[in-house]
């Protein structure tokens, strides 16, 4: 048994049930049952009570964890085993020192400042600024490595086009129906460092997003997706700037059981719920 196992609970001090599933497995579309009725006060304490255990066992793990992120390993990326608690852990340090035209800028010259600048431009290359052709260039101009912007831009240019914009329920030009609010937004799930050396990093950021239009009678809902971003960074007059990028889709996880929200939840939450800051 190993020193993990004795710290979740292992040794049988504290045992948990979990209400069964009626499905075969955890990924039927058996739905969770209602409480039951023959449950007694007492089993809801303790199955209450063995959960907070196992929650506060968790994050002293997490912390322990945190303390040994510079030992010099591989940060949890190898061996066929799930993350340790190092490479989820927060660093501790500083993730920026400034921002340009709201993106956050001034990364350290680590591991951990490329992938803190990774997701932070995963946000920016996924956010609806970029449907506008004038603050997509003020977004590049902050994000990528000077030599890389022209080329860039120029191929958005064409991408950005009226048969795009029809796709997604803009007007021909880019710009928002009347009586609809245009969403698109990413949120990066993590990130991982592919190659690292000599002034250039190679990051990957697994991210989410929402695209649509939410609104009345909206023919394009906003939709969510789970895709992968490739960035090359450059240590560029002291930063990380993107030198190029590509996208691919996945990892999807399965469906969940959720209801669906209304136009009018989606374009509140959009409204109510600002961005992060994310950093490694």
């Known amino acids: 048994m190993s020193d993990d196992d004795d710290l979740f609970g292992g040794t049988g001090e504290t045992r948990t049930r979990l209400p069964e599933r009626d499905g075969a497995d955890g990924y039927g579309p058996a739905r969770r049952s209602g409480r039951s009725a023959g449950r007694s006060p007492s089993r809801s304490v303790v ?38 608690a190092a490479s989820t852990a927060a660093s501790g340090e500083k993730p920026v020192s400034g921002g340009t035209g709201g993106i956050p800028s001034g990364y350290s010259e680590s591991e951990q400042g490329a992938q803190s600048a990774a997701a932070n431009y995963a946000v920016a290359l996924g956010s609806a600024e970029m449907f506008d052709k004038s603050k997509r260039v003020g977004i590049l101009k902050a994000i990528m490595a000077p ?126 719920y600002g961005g992060f800051t994310y950093a490694r």
């Open 47 to 84: 199955t209450v009570v063995g959960v907070v255990v196992l929650l506060i066992a968790a994050i002293a793990f997490a912390n322990r964890g945190g303390s040994s992120s510079d030992d010099g390993g591989d940060g949890g990326r190898g061996g066929g085993k799930g993350p340790e």
């Open 147 to 272: 030599g890389s912007v022209d080329g860039f831009a120029a191929d958005l240019d064409k991408a950005y086009n009226p048969a795009f914009f029809k796709n997604v329920g803009l007007n021909p030009d880019g710009t928002t129906p009347s009586g609809f609010q245009f969403v698109s937004r990413t949120s990066p799930i993590g990130t991982k460092v592919v190659e690292f050396g000599d002034g250039r990093a190679t990051v990957e950021a697994w991210c989410g997003g929402l695209l649509g239009l939410a609104g009345e009678q909206s023919t394009k809902p906003v939709t969510s997706s789970w895709f992968t971003i490739t960035m090359k960074l450059r240590w560029t007059d002291g930063d990380w700037k993107i030198t190029t990028h590509s996208q691919k889709e996945g990892p999807a996880p399965v469906p969940g059981d959720d209801r669906a929200s209304s136009s009018d939840e989606i374009a509140e939450a959009v409204e109510g």
